[in-house]
């Protein structure tokens, strides 16, 4: 996904000019690009509250098994929190280029 959002926004900063069509289909592929912001947000929400909980455990019962997965949870985190942070500044990255597109053909 990150090459391919990457590559995607290379081609549209090498573009000038666009038609309606060709701005109506970059709106779509922005939509889809935002629900996989959403679903990635989700995800990475629900792994950061089951770290939490197994934290939590640990230190009600103090049970070792539940410090392991709590650091497991933590290290699948971390790359979770870097892959979103990377969607939501290219998709904000997206509006921008959609919105100078749009002025453009507005012109």
Do not use: W
């Not at 090459?3 to 970059?26: G, P, R, W």
């Not at 230190?59 to 949870?73: G, K, Q, R, S, Y």
């Not at 979770?80 to 990255?93: A, D, G």
């Amino acid at each position: 996904m990150k090459e391919y959002l990457e590559n995607y926004i290379k081609e549209l900063e090498k573009k000038k000019n666009l038609s309606k069509e060709e701005l109506e289909q970059v709106l779509i592929k922005i939509k889809f690009f935002q629900h996989e912001r959403l679903i990635h947000l989700i995800v990475t929400v629900f792994v950061g509250i089951v770290a939490c909980l197994f934290l939590l455990g640990f230190l009600a019962l103090e049970n070792v098994l539940l410090f392991i997965l709590f650091i497991l949870m933590i290290i699948l985190f971390i790359p979770y929190i870097f892959h979103y942070y990377f969607l939501e500044n290219n998709v904000q990255r997206l509006y921008k280029i959609y919105d100078n597109l749009k002025e453009k053909l507005d012109d």
